[in-house]
């Protein structure tokens, strides 16, 4: 049983590793200018080892893309859970994401390869699976706080969604993403807070 352990260990290290390595070529290089044999030099093991784990360059570029989006997630409901309103924990959780967006791992991996390397229904598909259930939720709170109407949610969480991955893709796609983040996040804001009630409103303005 120990020795079985013991495989396991290695095995799931080497998968590790070559998600680490693939990850760092991919933000450096790009999907496409990346080779399995340099992602295999740089993680120190065998083509073998690769195939193992993955079926092939794509199948690793997805784990890789699933653990970046998957941590850009965990950073986002961290953010957003740690403010007392529901509100400000939307203007969190949309910052920390806004923030990300001119992260190059994320902008690279996640924002311009891969559309391109698993197709917009896989990649819009795992992007709602990291986010998605967040905006849900939020929402879902802001409305039983009486701080954005009653609606239906589903619609208003998928169009809120699309609407920040469209603000991701022209951070990204920028010549100056760190502008380019400002005047999106600006908007997304802007957009946002017509949702809110009158009595919502009125008690931010109370507060300045």
């Known amino acids: 049983m120990q020795e079985k352990s013991r495989r396991e260990e290695n095995s799931e290290a080497t998968r590790k590793g070559l998600v680490e390595a693939a990850r760092k070529l991919f933000t450096e290089r790009g999907y496409a200018d990346t080779s399995t044999e340099e992602i295999v030099r740089r993680s120190r093991v065998t083509r073998g080892a690769l195939y193992h784990h993955f079926t092939g360059k794509r199948d690793l ?19 957003a859970l740690q403010e007392g309103e529901v509100w400000e924990g939307v203007v969190q959780g949309i910052d920390a994401f806004l923030d990300a967006c001119i992260d190059p791992a994320y902008q690279r991996i996640v924002l311009l390869d891969g559309p391109a390397v698993l197709g917009w229904e896989e990649w819009r598909e795992i992007g709602e699976h990291h986010g998605l259930g967040i905006i849900r939720a939020a929402l879902v709170q802001a ?9 239906p949610i589903e619609p208003l969480a998928h169009m809120l969604h699309g609407a920040l991955n469209e603000a991701g893709m022209h951070i ?12 999106a996040g600006a908007s997304v804001f802007r957009l946002i807070e017509g949702l809110k009630t009158p009595v919502a409103k009125a008690g931010r303005a109370a507060r300045r």
């Open 61 to 79: 570029f997805r784990a890789v893309l699933q653990e970046v989006n998957g941590g850009v997630s965990e950073s986002i409901a961290g953010r």
């Open 172 to 183: 990204a796609r920028s010549s100056d993403p760190e502008a380019a983040r400002a005047e």
């Open 143 to 151: 409305v039983e706080q009486g701080v954005i109407e009653p609606q």
